[in-house]
T-cell receptor, first 115, second 113 residues
């Protein structure tokens, strides 16, 4: 079984400050890890993924995430948040050995960036 | 390219009615998925398909049916609507098992009264 936990329902940050959205995962094998963003009344959009290789992954809109195998974490970060980053963020995991490319999503973290 | 297109965007059903949510993708993706999104619960996988003619259950398949007669289309059928099926439904697709990146439609908001 695979699972994802996003411990924070909401993260508030001032514009220009660093943004971190936390994610921990559980899989029986090696993980594929993903971050998606959802703007109001829209579908999810892919931000970045970790498959293998460098633990620091860079993605769209200046976001990055760090894979930490020992802590089973994949936190999303942005050095300087923008008001336009306000959205709902989802972490997702897939067991590399599982068929069907079925992703398991976390419950989501709402990010509010204040001017 | 249109990507993943879902219809309708909004629908209100009465208990016991039936309906089909349509999903079409024009990216020639083999893998297609139906998720439902409930507040604070993330997305739950209902059904998925790895190619035309092949479908399989996800985490929450009860009350739903799917078919995949073509690569492009993956409709989701609700036979006897129940209030518990009030949700936002998302269709998604991806090219191969190895890419992992899903492309999502805009969603269909369904209310069952």
């Amino acid at each position: 079984a695979q699972s994802v936990a996003q411990p924070e329902d909401q993260v508030n940050v001032a514009e220009g400050n660093p943004l971190t959205v936390k994610c921990t995962y559980s899989v029986s094998g090696n993980p594929y890890l993903f971050w998606y963003v959802q703007y109001p009344n829209r579908g999810l959009q892919f931000l970045l993924k970790y498959i293998t290789g460098d633990n620091l992954v860079k993605g769209s809109y200046g976001f990055e995430a760090e894979f930490n195998k020992s802590q089973t974490s994949f936190h999303l970060k942005k050095p300087s948040a923008l008001v336009s980053d306000s959205a709902l963020y989802f972490c997702a995991v897939r067991d590399m050995g599982a068929a069907g490319n079925k992703l398991t999503f976390g419950g989501g973290t709402r990010v509010l960036v204040k001017p | 390219n249109a990507g993943v297109t879902q219809t309708p965007k909004f629908r209100i059903l009465k208990i016991g009615q039936s309906m089909t949510l349509q999903c079409t993708q024009d990216m020639n993706h083999n893998y297609m998925y139906w998720y439902r999104q409930d507040p604070g619960m993330g997305l739950k996988l209902i059904y998925y398909s790895v190619g035309a003619g092949i479908t399989d259950k996800g985490e929450v398949p009860n009350g739903y049916n799917v078919s995949r007669s073509t690569t492009e289309d993956f409709p989701l059928r609700l036979e006897l609507a129940a209030p518990s099926q009030t949700s936002v439904y998302f269709c998604a697709s991806t090219l191969t098992e190895n890419t992992g990146e899903l492309f999502f439609g805009e969603g269909s908001r369904l209310t069952v009264l």
